[in-house]
């Protein structure tokens, strides 16, 4: 007799090699790529990728999620970091700078970004890591500005605004430019 146990570590694999798969796919060719692409880039059977993955928006919002769990991540140690005396303000031009080079190579974290202003809420897998990123985003924001280094009216808002305006496509000259320029902006001075 069996043990369910195998079963449920082949699924795991089977998950992970899917995931993989699909975020290298939806890097290289967008979201729009083929449920069948995926599954082949997987080495696995549409079936099995169906199985884990009912539908191709539930695939695509688990892979922006797991994208945007880096993004999290990254905003979360810029607080730590400003907890413990870094500047608010240059924490967040760090954020934003990695952000943009990041989002210029990988089409599913740019969907990421742009999951930021659209509505969101309608995928589950993205409200844990959006409520992350809000949360430490948030503070860096209020505390850049009680340093005096971010200009008051500066809202949560208005950095997604910039996060979904990345110009992405633009080489990095230009997007380090484009960030210099906003900051500008942005300070309080």
């Given amino acids: 007799m069996t043990s369910p146990r195998p079963l449920r570590a082949d699924a795991a694999r089977n998950r992970t090699r899917i995931m993989t798969a699909a975020h290298e796919q939806i890097t290289e060719h967008g979201p729009e790529v083929s449920m069948e692409q995926i599954a ?19 695939l695509v919002a688990a892979v922006v999620a797991a994208s945007f769990e880096t993004v999290a991540d990254d905003a979360e140690e810029c607080l730590q970091r400003q907890s413990q005396g870094s500047p608010a303000m240059a924490e967040l031009t760090g954020f934003l700078s990695r952000v943009m080079d990041t989002v210029a190579h990988n089409r599913a974290v ?25 949360q430490a985003l948030g503070q860096l924001i209020r505390s850049a500005q009680a340093q005096g280094g971010l200009r008051a009216d500066f809202a949560l808002d208005d950095l997604y605004l910039m996060l979904s305006t990345l110009p992405a496509d633009q080489p990095p000259t230009a997007r380090a430019r484009w960030l210099a320029l906003l900051l500008t902006g942005l300070t309080a001075r």
């Fill in 40 to 58: 082949a880039a997987a080495g696995v059977a549409v079936g099995t990728l169906y199985k884990h993955f009912p539908n191709k928006k539930d």
């Fill in 110 to 134: 740019k969907a990421a970004a742009y999951a930021l202003s659209a509505d969101h809420t309608a995928h589950p897998a993205m409200q844990d890591v959006e409520t992350r990123v809000t």
